[in-house]
């Protein structure tokens, strides 16, 4: 299994930003595509997912309304996009698969910064 994130960077204030996050190895529309993110000296935050197969989406209450999740199942690629952003936003983006409780696959990251 493999979760190969790409995408992000710089972003301004007020400006959109879009990860992607393509999978292998597995069936894709097999298990929900999971997407959290860390912020510098911060936790892990849990931001929403997708099941791929049916396009379903759940988001956390923090991002509801900003946060919108894609799957296309043709190009086996996950996507998060994050729209008017702020500082606080900044932060290691990742998206991840969890098909059980011991087991989880996770993408390489992807830096988010927001900054004028």
């Known amino acids: 299994v493999q979760l190969v994130q790409l995408g992000a960077g710089l972003r301004n204030p007020g400006a959109s930003v879009k990860v992607s996050c393509k999978a292998s190895?597995?069936?894709?529309?097999?298990?929900?595509i999971d997407w959290a993110r860390q912020a510098p000296g911060q936790g892990l935050e849990w931001m929403g997912r997708?099941?791929?197969?049916?396009?379903?989406?759940k988001a956390a209450q923090k991002f509801q309304g900003r946060v919108t999740f894609t799957a296309d199942t043709s190009t086996r690629t996950a996507y998060v996009e994050l729209s008017s952003l702020r500082s606080e936003d900044t932060a290691v983006y990742y998206c991840?698969?969890?098909?059980?409780?011991?087991?989880?696959?996770w993408g390489q990251g992807t830096q988010v910064t927001v900054s004028s």
């Open positions: 991840a698969i969890i098909p059980s409780r011991v087991e989880s696959y």
């Open positions: 190895g597995y069936t894709f529309t097999s298990y929900y």
């Open positions: 997708i099941d791929p197969g049916v396009g379903v989406t």
